[in-house]
């Protein structure tokens, strides 16, 4: 498991990994600076006249880089060059190790100008920042955030196209592209980035990739610094997973490892009956499709049955194109459910497995009480786990105390202005510090809160959070969460726990609407059924 802890409690797993014989801090930095070179070496290809610069500050984290340049002049047949940000220690083991294998160092202090910082970085194919790690706290000093500003003028100095003396352009033909700037790769945390908060000095490199040791920091999987990251990769140097202290972590960052092991079991022997039967109470005369996408996806997590419980204008609407659901017709006035429909659904909801609600209901004054009279005759030991999405939280919102018409385990999928909504703040406070408000108010509220957004975030009541790994655009589109809503409840319905359905269907929603953009070619014209249609891809890359 891919644990998510801060800078103190990473260096509280090192003290004890140290301690207990295990790994001592030197081989720590040693398998560090390994893992970086190895992905550098996988970045290029083995190319033998690749070009590496690897900026190095005074910590640990430039001892790691050190390491890197070491191993990529001797193993990899890079021509590796180094350029020391801060005076290091002349006696340092790691930096003779550089100078013993013949690679050029350059000190800043003799750099003045930057020109030669500069010119490295510029003609290097690959850069390696390990320049601040994980420690740096903003803002930036000045001397250093004036060098980070070279190295990012070096970043931007290209060649451009080829000169030409015509002046015809082709409208639909793309122009010459400059040259391919230098690929960054981070050493633990890119430079001018706040590992623990997600802060970002206006001077930080901006890494292509990141690979971070031990654990992931919190500032990693948060915006705006979340930006700087690029590429998420974890090194876990050989520490194993026991470590008391690592196991002490409640917080993870959902991996392919652990949705595998999550999945529920699929056997030859079975039938629809064999993986849950789902209930999605969803759209209005203004919102038809949700009840749609909820309700394919559904059935796309696995599920072998889904009944759709709507008005009679998604009935008619959907019915004749929406082959697969079961379809139940509530009482309904002009614009809105009537509450009558909650003695139908009590009746019906003994069949299921679990219940959605909220999706494209619209805000009606009619539907909440539809609503707030189906919560008050929620009786756990009777009706399904239930999913509540989209208008039902907004119509919850404005009732006081609302959570306590929940009943336990229930999971509720908010973005950030739903959320602030429900906490009675504004958005910006939901978002300036989004694990505490997630954690703090799924404890309150004793339901699992999945809070929606770049790095999806669940949380649990016993204190649990898992980021989801994936900060795509492809998913900013009207529809993609009834898609989420009815994958969770698909996989609720056959068996998995709250918080485990909201992780697992977190992560294959994310993943099928990165799978949904490789499709379109482009983040930009992915739409609701897209993220739908690439579930299936979502599903076989886990179990290939």
């Given at each position: 498991?891919?644990?998510?802890?801060?800078?103190?409690?990473?260096?509280?797993?090192?003290?004890?990994?140290?301690?207990?014989?295990?790994?001592?801090?030197?081989?720590?930095?040693e398998?560090?600076?390994?893992?970086?070179?190895?992905?550098?070496?996988?970045?290029?290809?083995?190319?033998?006249?690749?070009?590496?610069?690897?900026?190095?500050?005074?910590?640990?984290?430039?001892?790691?880089?050190?390491?890197?340049?070491?191993?990529?002049?001797q193993?990899?047949?890079?021509?590796?060059?180094?350029?020391?940000?801060?005076?290091?220690?002349?006696?340092?083991?790691?930096?003779?190790?550089?100078?013993?294998?013949?690679?050029?160092?350059?000190?800043?202090?003799?750099?003045?100008?930057?020109?030669?910082?500069?010119?490295?970085?510029?003609?290097?194919?690959?850069?390696?920042?390990?320049?601040?790690?994980?420690?740096?706290r903003?803002?930036?000093?000045?001397?250093?955030?004036?060098?980070?500003?070279?190295?990012?003028?070096?970043?931007?100095?290209?060649?451009?196209?080829?000169?030409?003396?015509?002046?015809?352009?082709?409208?639909?033909?793309?122009?010459?592209?400059?040259?391919?700037?230098?690929?960054?790769?981070?050493?633990?945390?890119?430079?001018?980035?706040?590992c623990?908060?997600?802060?970002?000095?206006?001077?930080?490199?901006?890494?292509?990739?990141?690979?971070?040791f031990?654990?992931?920091k919190?500032?990693?999987?948060?915006?705006?610094?979340?930006?700087?990251?690029?590429?998420?990769?974890?090194?876990?140097?050989?520490?194993?997973?026991?470590?008391?202290?690592?196991?002490?972590?409640?917080?993870?960052?959902?991996?392919?490892?652990v949705?595998?092991?999550?999945?529920?079991?699929?056997?030859?022997?079975?039938?629809?009956?064999?993986?849950?039967?789902?209930?999605?109470?969803?759209?209005?005369?203004?919102y038809?499709?949700?009840?749609?996408?909820?309700?394919?996806?559904?059935?796309?997590?696995?599920?072998g049955?889904?009944?759709?419980?709507?008005?009679?204008a998604?009935?008619?609407?959907?019915?004749?194109?929406?082959?697969?659901?079961i379809?139940?017709?509530?009482?309904?006035?002009?614009?809105?459910?009537?509450?009558?429909?909650?003695?139908?659904?009590?009746?019906?909801?003994?069949?299921?497995?679990?219940?959605l609600?909220?999706?494209g209901?619209?805000?009606?004054?009619?539907?909440?009480?539809?609503?707030?009279?189906?919560?008050?005759?929620y009786?756990?030991a009777?009706?399904?786990?239930?999913?509540?999405?989209?208008?039902?939280?907004?119509?919850?919102?404005?009732v006081?105390?609302?959570?306590?018409?929940?009943?336990?385990?229930?999971?509720?999928?908010?973005?950030?202005g739903?959320?602030?909504?429900?906490?009675?703040?504004?958005?910006?406070?939901?978002?300036?510090?989004?694990?505490?408000?997630?954690?703090?108010?799924?404890?309150?509220?004793g339901?699992?809160?999945?809070?929606?957004?770049?790095?999806?975030?669940?949380?649990?009541p016993?204190g649990?959070?898992?980021?989801?790994?994936?900060?795509?655009?492809?998913?900013?589109?009207?529809?993609?969460?009834?898609?989420?809503?009815?994958?969770?409840?698909?996989?609720?319905?056959?068996g998995?726990?709250?918080?485990?359905?909201?992780?697992?269907?977190?992560?294959?929603?994310?993943?099928?609407?990165?799978?949904?953009?490789?499709?379109?070619?482009?983040?930009?014209?992915?739409?609701?059924?897209?993220?739908?249609?690439?579930?299936?891809?979502?599903?076989?890359?886990?179990?290939?």
């Open positions: 498991m891919i644990r998510i802890a801060s800078v103190e409690q990473v260096r509280q797993i090192e003290a004890a990994v140290d301690a207990s014989g295990v790994m001592r801090y030197a081989d720590m930095m398998a560090a600076g390994r893992a970086t070179a190895a992905q550098v070496a996988s970045v290029l290809a083995n190319r033998a006249d690749a070009r590496v610069t690897v900026l190095v500050g005074a910590g640990n984290n430039g001892g790691d880089g050190l390491v890197a340049a070491r191993v990529l002049a193993e990899a047949r890079a021509t590796v060059k180094v350029h020391l940000f801060a005076q290091r220690d002349a006696a340092d083991p790691h930096l003779q190790a550089v100078r013993g294998a013949g690679v050029f160092v350059a000190q800043a202090e003799y750099d003045r100008d930057g020109r030669v910082l500069r010119n490295m970085v510029a003609s290097s194919e690959v850069i390696v920042d390990a320049v601040l790690g994980i420690g740096a903003l803002p930036l000093r000045p001397e250093t955030a004036r060098l980070l500003r070279y190295v990012r003028q070096g970043l931007s100095d290209d060649e451009g196209p080829a000169a030409t003396d015509s002046m015809l352009i082709t409208p639909n033909l793309p122009q010459p592209t400059p040259r391919a700037r230098p690929y960054v790769i981070a050493v633990d945390c890119p430079s001018g980035l706040d623990d908060t997600g802060a970002i000095d206006p001077a930080a490199l901006y890494a292509d990739e990141t690979v971070t031990i654990a992931v919190p500032g990693l999987v948060t915006f705006p610094g979340a930006a700087a990251v690029g590429i998420l990769r974890v090194a876990t140097l050989g520490i194993p997973d026991d470590i008391d202290v690592l196991q002490a972590q409640p917080s993870f960052l959902v991996g392919a490892q949705v595998r092991e999550w999945l529920p079991e699929r056997t030859l022997d079975s039938n629809k009956g064999s993986f849950g039967k789902v209930l999605v109470v969803a759209g209005s005369e203004s038809v499709g949700a009840a749609g996408l909820a309700s394919l996806a559904a059935y796309r997590s696995g599920a049955l889904v009944a759709v419980a709507a008005p009679g998604v009935v008619s609407s959907l019915q004749g194109r929406v082959f697969e659901p379809w139940l017709r509530l009482p309904d006035t002009d614009v809105s459910l009537d509450v009558s429909a909650v003695d139908v659904l009590q009746a019906e909801s003994k069949r299921y497995d679990a219940l609600i909220g999706p209901w619209g805000q009606r004054d009619g539907t909440r009480e539809f609503l707030l009279k189906l919560l008050r005759h009786d756990a009777t009706w399904p786990p239930l999913v509540i999405d989209a208008d039902a939280l907004n119509l919850l919102s404005a006081d105390d609302w959570y306590k018409l929940l009943p336990p385990s229930t999971v509720i999928t908010p973005h950030p739903e959320m602030a909504r429900l906490a009675g703040v504004d958005t910006r406070t939901v978002q300036s510090d989004r694990w505490r408000f997630a954690m703090e108010k799924s404890r309150e509220w339901v699992v809160v999945l809070l929606k957004g770049a790095h999806t975030l669940i949380a649990d016993n649990r959070v898992a980021a989801l790994p994936f900060k795509t655009d492809a998913l900013a589109t009207a529809g993609t969460g009834d898609v989420l809503a009815g994958l969770i409840t698909g996989l609720r319905a056959q998995l726990g709250s918080f485990e359905s909201a992780v697992v269907g977190g992560y294959l929603h994310g993943l099928a609407g990165e799978q949904a953009a490789r499709r379109q070619g482009t983040t930009r014209s992915v739409i609701a059924s897209d993220v739908l249609d690439a579930v299936g891809d979502a599903f076989a890359l886990l179990q290939a």
